[in-house]
């Protein structure tokens, strides 16, 4: 007697009797939920994109799985996994660096140099052209020139050359550069451009690891151990670690949110002249591996790892003489607000006031009105808190490994998933930060300046009064609108690209010890032509079979990769984490 496929079985694989309802029907796990099951298990992307592959050698066309890139885990836990991974091996392999990493530049090859030669004839023939009225001549030699620089930047040449038509030079606004009378003065030196740290006692090399934070801005619920005791919180208890209270104001009527906002949306300007004090300070290029994540309160704050030892003391001055002023209008009282908004004016090709028709102010022109007020204050200071956490850490310890981890801790989550709320008082904390930041500029082209009476920066018909699509209005940042791992240039020599490379290579290498043969796009160009596919495409595959696909494939470079290293006897050393670097490879 046949059984229904699809009827359930014991444990034994015999069908199971007796009735079953439509909640255990329903209870049945999908088909596609299991192959994203198994997809994770294996480290696969869940979200693969479809691409069809052309073999141009053999004429194949198949269909592809690429994975999607995902950052966050909430999107595709496999990929943002393999992400945080690729991180923490650039962070280890910059950090205890013992020789300069070489950015010295190759010299220019003649061909460049003849090709730059014909380029500036070129370039002073259309001057002399120019206003002849001859536009057929123009078009010839725009092309010409447009030619040589496509092969200049084959030719390997960075940067790029003057443009035939120079763009209009508007005039910079300046602003005085003298420090605040009342912020501490520091030493500046010519910043030299070694980036190696000291060696002490002949053999140690030291690194630091440090924690910028925001200043406070009113007293919050905290737990601070003091001799190894818990001390007294301002509320009058003693906290536990785990107590959802922790971060949370004690006067949330009295909080300063408006400033909690403001320092949120301009903190990546304080960082970058932090680094900037930092160097002049020292009188050397210091290098950097940092990420900026939200403390409890949703304050950011900022873990780096810095190549080299700098004194402490020398930390603390910095962090107390660095400030960042925003030059922008006066944005404190709202103009407008509900209903009674600025609305688009056709006539007029600006936003007008909704009772008297005038139009508002453009951004220039308040900012002109700002630069003739000479004892005009800047909108917003922002400046970095008193607390400063710094620690030694030596190229191999435990705590270097700990300090990596808990760098890039909360790289798989976004800004509101790092301390989710579990309280009442917590949400209602977070609503009120993100109540402000809605009314709070972002950036000069941010729609939320009409709320103040100003028109922002390019502003079109279609913006919307108070409605902001930048990062820093949205929920999942919380005013943390810029990128959240900061690497600085010379960090490895290696841009995030070459590590990727570098542990495909390896993988590779491995394989090669086996007589397997990997072929990418890098190593033949020309060999493939890719095209992406839309859904509704007829070749267009559903999910499961692509992440069957995904899966096969990653279980076949599994036991490859497997073989080749029992096959190597250590022959190799992995760049970084070996499982980290056969997932990037795959």
């Given at each position: 007697?046949s059984t229904?496929?699809n ?9 199971q ?6 909640a ?18 294996h480290?696969?992307c ?12 053999t ?8 994975a999607?890139?995902?950052?966050r ?10 992400a ?6 650039q962070?280890r392999?910059g950090?205890?660096?013992d ?13 460049m ?5 014909e380029?500036?004839e070129?370039?002073a ?9 001859r536009?057929?001549?123009?078009d010839?030699i ?7 620089d496509?092969e200049?930047?084959?030719?390997g040449m ?12 508007k005039?910079?606004r ?12 520091l ?13 002490y ?27 190894g ?5 301002g ?10 209270r ?8 009295n909080?300063d ?11 990546p300007?304080?960082?970058d002249r ?19 994540e939200?403390?409890?309160r949703?304050?950011?704050h ?5 190549r080299?030892?700098i ?5 603390r001055?910095?962090v107390?003489a ?5 030059w922008?209008p006066p944005?404190?009282?709202l ?6 908004v600025p609305?688009?004016s ?22 002109d ?10 909108a ?8 400063l956490?710094v ?25 509101d ?9 917590e949400?209602d904390h977070?609503?009120r930060?993100l ?17 103040y ?9 279609s ?5 902001c699509?930048?990062k820093a209005?949205?929920p ?13 240039r010379?960090?490895?020599?290696k ?7 570098d542990?495909?290579?390896f993988v590779?290498a491995?394989?090669s010890?086996?007589?397997i ?7 033949e ?10 859904p509704g495409d ?7 079979a692509?992440?069957?696909h995904?899966?096969?494939e990653?279980m076949?470079?599994?036991a ?12 190799l ?8 670097a056969?997932e990037?490879?795959?």
């Amino acid at each position: 007697m046949s059984t229904d496929q699809n009827q359930p079985t014991t444990e034994n694989g015999e069908p199971q009797s007796g009735h079953e309802s439509r909640a255990e029907r329903m209870r049945r796990p999908k088909a596609v939920d299991v192959a994203k099951a198994t997809a994770e298990q294996h480290g696969v992307c869940i979200k693969p994109i479809a691409r069809e592959r052309l073999d141009k050698r053999t004429g194949k066309v198949d269909v592809v799985p690429v994975a999607c890139g995902a950052t966050r885990s909430t999107v595709c836990p496999p990929c943002a996994e393999k992400a945080k991974k690729l991180r923490m091996a650039q962070c280890r392999e910059g950090w205890h660096l013992d020789e300069e990493p070489d950015f010295t530049p190759d010299p220019p090859s003649e061909r460049m140099q003849e090709l730059l030669s014909e380029r500036a004839e070129l370039h002073a023939v259309y001057q002399e052209t120019r206003g002849t009225g001859r536009p057929d001549v123009l078009d010839e030699i725009a092309e010409q020139v447009a030619e040589i620089d496509r092969e200049l930047r084959e030719l390997g040449m960075r940067g790029s050359l003057p443009p035939l038509e120079p763009p209009e030079n508007k005039p910079a606004r300046k602003r005085s550069t003298r420090r605040r009378q009342d912020m501490p003065n520091l030493p500046r030196h010519k910043v030299s451009e070694h980036t190696v740290g000291a060696v002490y006692a002949g053999r140690y090399r030291p690194s630091m690891f440090l924690t910028l934070t925001l200043d406070s801005y009113g007293p919050v619920h905290s737990r601070k151990v003091r001799d190894g005791r818990v001390v007294t919180c301002g509320c009058g208890e003693m906290h536990h670690k785990d107590d959802p209270r922790l971060g949370i104001p004690l006067d949330p009527e009295n909080y300063d949110y408006r400033r909690a906002a403001r320092d949120a949306v301009h903190f990546p300007k304080l960082v970058d002249r932090f680094w900037q004090n930092l160097r002049r300070c020292v009188g050397w290029d210091v290098q950097y591996f940092a990420t900026v994540e939200p403390q409890k309160r949703g304050a950011p704050h900022m873990h780096a790892a810095i190549r080299g030892a700098i004194p402490r003391e020398t930390l603390r001055q910095v962090v107390a003489a660095t400030y960042h002023q925003v030059w922008w209008p006066p944005h404190d009282e709202l103009l407008y607000s509900g209903e009674s908004v600025p609305v688009w004016s056709i006539d007029a090709d600006a936003f007008v006031d909704p009772n008297t028709r005038e139009p508002l102010p453009t951004w220039d022109e308040a900012l002109d009105e700002l630069d003739e007020n000479d004892e005009q204050e800047p909108a917003h200071l922002v400046q970095a808190g008193p607390q400063l956490d710094v620690q030694g850490v030596l190229a191999g310890s435990n705590r270097a490994d700990k300090a990596i981890g808990y760098l890039t801790k909360y790289l798989t989550k976004s800004v509101d998933e790092c301390h989710e709320p579990d309280s009442a008082a917590e949400w209602d904390h977070a609503d009120r930060l993100l109540a402000e930041l809605e009314v709070t500029p972002c950036s000069p082209r941010c729609a939320v300046w009409l709320l103040y009476g100003i028109q922002p920066q390019g502003v079109r018909s279609s913006a919307t009064p108070g409605h902001c699509k930048g990062k820093a209005h949205k929920p999942s940042t919380l005013g943390i609108a810029g990128r959240r791992v900061l690497v600085s240039r010379k960090w490895s020599g290696k841009s995030l690209a070459d590590h990727r490379h570098d542990r495909r290579e390896f993988v590779h290498a491995m394989l090669s010890h086996l007589g397997i043969r990997k072929t990418t796009d890098d190593d033949e160009p020309d060999r493939y032509q890719w095209q992406s596919l839309r859904p509704g495409d007829s070749n267009m595959p559903p999910r499961d079979a692509l992440l069957l696909h995904a899966v096969s494939e990653r279980m076949r470079w599994r036991a490859e990769y497997e073989q080749a290293k029992a096959a190597a006897n250590g022959d190799l050393e992995p760049p970084g984490d070996e499982t980290s670097a056969m997932e990037v490879a795959a």
